[in-house]
């Protein structure tokens, strides 16, 4: 049974988060502060956790970086109020796994929750090393270490490279548009002032080589 982490400082919104995730069969703990959250995300007994912004004595921000500091790769999906899409990038750049706002509908809530602990089982519950490493030409891309060999030298990746590399690697010579992308690797709707699809091609493509993605004007990108 997944055992999910709940930081949510209204009392109310909490419990009714935790009777819903209850019934749908997953184990729940609600703790109603910053430190606490940080506290028990950093213990590696949960498998995901729902993280409010606005928690008191430490803002949920702050326990986000700070657990993706000391590299705790448990997925995140941030529910709060803050509906500005600045905060929703720099949630996402920052190492969230979803962004959802409130008011939200648990049902939405529950497929998001499903959706992101498919994807921990799908790298975690590997076996033989090759089985966690996927190969495209040259690349080979490690989900595990968050490491992508280019040649014969290995290269580190931030979380939200690998979820862009990978997708790029299960699709080759896909065409992928941004709003593709946006839905695949960051879990939300296209909004067409931002450009943090690019913002990161540009740093993957630094690292793998400009030459491997290409851009395809006016439809997005493809791994060549």
Request: hydrophobic share 45%; glycine share 8%.
């Amino acid at each position: 049974m997944s055992r999910i982490l709940v930081a949510e400082d209204d009392r109310g919104i909490a419990d009714f988060i935790q009777r819903g995730l209850k019934a749908a069969g997953y184990a729940c703990d609600v703790v109603d502060s910053g430190p606490a959250a940080f506290a028990l995300a950093r213990s590696g007994d949960f498998d995901l956790m729902i993280l409010d912004l606005g928690l008191p004595h430490m803002d949920g921000a702050d326990v986000l970086e700070q657990l993706r500091a000391l590299r705790v790769t448990m997925p995140v999906i941030v529910l709060t109020a803050r509906t500005k899409i600045e905060d929703r990038i720099r949630m996402l750049e920052g190492g969230a796994d979803d962004y959802m706002p409130k008011p939200f509908q648990f049902a939405e809530l529950l497929a998001r929750v499903r959706l992101r602990l498919v994807d921990k089982a799908n790298v975690e519950g590997a076996g033989a090393d090759t089985t966690y490493r996927m190969t495209r030409g040259s690349l080979v891309l490690d989900l595990r270490t968050q490491r992508v060999k280019v040649g014969e030298k290995w290269k580190d990746l931030s979380r939200r490279e690998v979820g862009l590399l990978e997708t790029f690697m299960r699709h080759p010579g896909q065409i992928l548009s941004r709003a593709q992308l946006l839905s695949m690797v960051w879990g939300m709707d296209f909004d067409p002032g931002s450009n943090v699809v690019d913002v990161y091609v540009r740093t993957l493509r630094k690292k793998i080589g400009t030459e491997k993605i290409e851009t395809v004007r006016g439809s997005g990108y493809r791994l060549v």
